[in-house]
Protein backbone atom coordinates (compact mmCIF):
# COMPACT_ATOMS: atom_id res chain seq x y z
CA UNK A 1 0.00 0.00 0.00
CA UNK A 2 1.74 3.51 -0.96
CA UNK A 3 0.30 6.33 1.30
CA UNK A 4 0.72 9.81 0.56
CA UNK A 5 1.30 12.37 2.82
CA UNK A 6 1.18 16.37 2.05
CA UNK A 7 2.63 18.29 4.98
CA UNK A 8 2.58 22.37 4.76
CA UNK A 9 5.19 23.79 6.63
CA UNK A 10 4.96 27.68 5.62
CA UNK A 11 4.33 30.06 7.70
CA UNK A 12 5.74 28.21 10.48
CA UNK A 13 9.49 29.80 11.26
CA UNK A 14 13.01 27.95 10.06
CA UNK A 15 14.13 26.60 13.32
CA UNK A 16 10.74 24.93 13.90
CA UNK A 17 10.72 23.41 10.36
CA UNK A 18 13.84 21.86 10.56
CA UNK A 19 13.24 20.46 13.81
CA UNK A 20 9.73 18.77 12.00
CA UNK A 21 11.75 18.01 9.24
CA UNK A 22 14.52 15.70 11.41
CA UNK A 23 11.76 14.30 13.49
CA UNK A 24 9.48 13.07 10.18
CA UNK A 25 12.95 11.37 8.67
CA UNK A 26 13.59 9.90 12.03
CA UNK A 27 10.55 8.21 11.76
CA UNK A 28 10.14 7.71 8.25
CA UNK A 29 7.18 4.92 7.54
CA UNK A 30 8.59 2.58 4.98
CA UNK A 31 5.44 2.44 2.74
CA UNK A 32 4.58 5.75 2.62
CA UNK A 33 5.55 9.14 0.27
CA UNK A 34 5.75 12.42 2.20
CA UNK A 35 5.48 15.95 -0.02
CA UNK A 36 6.68 18.85 2.38
CA UNK A 37 5.94 22.24 1.09
CA UNK A 38 7.84 24.72 2.51
CA UNK A 39 8.84 28.46 1.61
CA UNK A 40 12.28 27.80 3.36
CA UNK A 41 15.57 27.70 1.21
CA UNK A 42 17.07 26.22 3.68
CA UNK A 43 15.64 22.71 4.07
CA UNK A 44 16.02 22.46 0.30
CA UNK A 45 20.03 22.47 1.62
CA UNK A 46 19.49 20.70 4.70
CA UNK A 47 17.19 17.47 3.42
CA UNK A 48 18.92 15.82 0.33
CA UNK A 49 21.92 14.62 2.37
CA UNK A 50 19.83 13.87 5.33
CA UNK A 51 17.46 11.89 3.93
CA UNK A 52 20.44 9.97 1.64
CA UNK A 53 21.65 8.97 4.69
CA UNK A 54 18.41 7.34 5.76
CA UNK A 55 17.90 5.76 2.00
CA UNK A 56 15.04 8.30 1.46
CA UNK A 57 15.03 9.37 -2.04
CA UNK A 58 14.22 12.90 -2.92
CA UNK A 59 12.58 15.04 -5.40
CA UNK A 60 12.57 18.82 -5.40
CA UNK A 61 10.41 21.32 -7.43
CA UNK A 62 9.16 24.96 -7.08
CA UNK A 63 5.90 25.74 -7.67
CA UNK A 64 4.33 29.12 -7.00
CA UNK A 65 7.32 30.73 -5.01
CA UNK A 66 6.96 27.55 -2.80
CA UNK A 67 9.32 24.23 -2.52
CA UNK A 68 8.06 21.07 -3.14
CA UNK A 69 9.86 18.01 -1.46
CA UNK A 70 8.92 14.67 -2.36
CA UNK A 71 10.19 12.21 -0.05
CA UNK A 72 9.81 8.32 -0.41
CA UNK A 73 11.86 5.31 1.21
CA UNK A 74 13.98 3.28 -0.99
CA UNK A 75 13.00 -0.16 -0.82
CA UNK A 76 15.92 -2.81 0.52
CA UNK A 77 16.66 -5.53 -1.77
CA UNK A 78 16.32 -9.21 0.31
CA UNK A 79 17.83 -11.63 -1.77
Known amino acids: MNIST???LVGKSAKKQLLEVEKIL???PKEE???LITNEEILVKYIPPKALSK???????????LW???L???YENVF
Request: positive net charge; glycine residues 0%.
Open 26 to 28: NSF
Open 6 to 8: EIN
Open 55 to 65: KISVKIKIVEN
Open 68 to 70: QIK
Open 72 to 74: VKE
Open 33 to 35: KII
